[in-house]
């Protein structure tokens, strides 16, 4: 099983590459399962980003018929945000069908978390622990997603020596974050952008998810493009075996299908 649950196609504001292209890319390289989750984006003032929803779906099925040995789901990332966000991505997204839904944080505080200023006087610590702990605080506005997408982005543009994401960079606000998923059936997605070129991190994080209960996880590359389509997801997987997860999902009609690791 080989599944790529994290994409961005062209229906993305920044979708480097067409859907077909990267059906394509994932076809040849043995990809069983992708599905795209293109961005949904009112998590700034003045910042709408929603994907053209029912131009991707006649895409997305006429690749299907296409590639009957692949399933081709429908998704969204949701950036999340406070309950005016919320209210507004929901609004959004109420009336589309979509298989899979996921929740990230991008912006905290009104920053970009890509944007330098966004580290500007803090250390690692101060910079990791003020992601994570917003991520905790935003997950109940908007309940309508799956699974939470990488809770390490804040590591992805860091420019510190060392960017890996602990247990220990903020155990209380991860605890929190867990408890909410777990309490609410939903998961955390293991996503291979952040490591970039450097070696997995996330086994301790991963482990006290499980410990708390914790069944699933999902697997994304992230990817923007052709490039990057299935980067990394069998590390992903076997980290996620490692550290006692018993089960990676797809999804269809919202529904998980649990695989088992």
């Known amino acids: 099983m080989f599944f790529d649950y994290h994409t961005h196609s062209h229906y993305s504001f920044d979708g480097e590459e067409a859907a077909a292209d990267m059906v394509a890319a994932a076809s040849a390289r043995g990809i069983e399962e992708i599905c795209f989750t293109d961005h949904v984006d009112f998590d700034f003032p003045g910042r709408r980003h929603l994907p053209d929803f029912a131009s991707r779906r006649r895409e997305l099925e006429a690749l299907g018929r296409r590639y009957p040995l692949m399933a081709i789901r429908h998704g969204a990332e949701v950036s999340l945000g406070d309950e005016a966000c919320a209210e507004a991505a929901w609004a959004a997204l109420r009336d589309v069908e979509l298989d899979f839904v996921i929740g990230s944080v991008h912006v905290v505080d009104g920053v970009d978390v890509w944007a330098d200023r966004y580290y500007e006087g803090q250390n690692k610590a101060e910079a990791y622990r003020r992601y994570l702990e917003a991520v905790a605080r ?109 089960y990676v999902a797809a999804f269809q009609n919202g529904e998980p299908r649990m695989h088992k690791l």
């Open 138 to 246: 935003m997950l109940p506005a908007f309940p309508h997603f799956h699974v939470l997408g990488h809770y390490d982005f804040v590591a992805k543009y860091a420019p510190y020596p060392d960017r890996s994401v602990t247990l220990e960079d903020a155990l209380d606000a991860f605890e929190e974050i867990f408890r909410f998923l777990i309490g609410n059936g939903k998961a955390m997605e293991i996503n291979t952008a952040s490591w970039q070129e450097d070696a997995p991190w996330g086994m301790d994080v991963l482990r006290r998810y499980r410990e708390l209960g914790g069944e699933y996880v999902t697997v994304g590359s992230d990817t923007h493009g052709t490039e990057r389509v299935g980067a990394r997801i069998g590390e992903a997987m076997e980290l996620a075996r490692a550290a006692g997860i018993r």
